[in-house]
């Protein structure tokens, strides 16, 4: 199987901080991180593009940082807010390009986990 798996999500108070850990079975060119809160379209958050470029959401830049180590991406997560509560999903971009990578856009991604959930309370 190609599902990614996430870890590390739990509940903290705003301005705590988490690690998220996502795991893939191959090699991926673009790995993103999503998040989607209860009534809101699935959103990207963070994005690393073979592991030497990292793109980020307006909402989070300076806040969340993304990283890969093989297989492993990470997402580390300051200063969280209420705002940023979701269940957070990793997946591989279906294209190879940096386009792709940097444009966050859900329906080019795939091999979705099963998400961790995120809940930060003010």
């Known amino acids: 199987q190609d599902q990614m798996v996430e870890s590390g999500g739990g509940s903290v108070q705003t301005g705590g901080s988490l690690r998220l850990s996502c795991k893939g079975t191959?090699?991926?060119?673009?790995v993103g991180w999503f998040r989607q809160a209860p009534g809101k379209e699935r959103e990207g958050v963070a994005s690393s593009y073979f592991a030497g470029r990292q793109y980020y959401s307006e909402s989070v830049k300076g806040r969340f940082s993304i990283s890969q180590n093989a297989r492993l991406v990470y997402l580390q997560m300051n200063n969280l807010k209420p705002e940023d509560t979701a269940m957070y999903y990793c997946?591989?971009?279906?294209?190879?390009?940096?386009?792709?990578?940097?444009?966050?856009?859900?329906?080019?991604?795939?091999?979705w986990g099963q998400g961790t959930q995120v809940t930060v309370s003010s």
């Open positions: 191959r090699d991926r060119a673009c």
């Open positions: 997946a591989a971009a279906f294209s190879g390009a940096d386009s792709t990578c940097r444009d966050l856009l859900p329906t080019h991604f795939g091999d």
